[in-house]
């Protein structure tokens, strides 16, 4: 029989500015779990928080991410000027 360790896992941060992402994606990104990882729980450690502020979280991902494609599109395609 094995025996398994838990390794606890330390809250997210981006901290890698190699990372493909910008870094203002995964900051959005990880709030966004904080808030609704924390709406799973009797006691909230963001309390002050609501789904709506959660909603706005994604909300601005989903923005960051849309900016992030549309930029490379844009950069693709007017690589060089005329």
Do not use: F, Q
């Not at 901290?15 to 909230?44: M, T, V």
């Amino acid at each position: 029989m094995t025996k398994h360790t838990l390794i606890p896992r330390p809250a997210y941060e981006p901290k890698s500015p190699k990372s493909p992402e910008p870094l203002h994606i995964k900051l959005c990104a990880s709030r966004a779990a904080w808030l609704g990882n924390d709406h799973s729980h009797y006691i909230k450690k963001w309390a002050d928080k609501d789904l709506e502020n959660l909603k706005d979280l994604i909300h601005l991902t989903v923005n960051w991410i849309d900016s992030a494609l549309t930029t490379e599109k844009i950069k693709k395609e007017m690589s060089k000027p005329k």
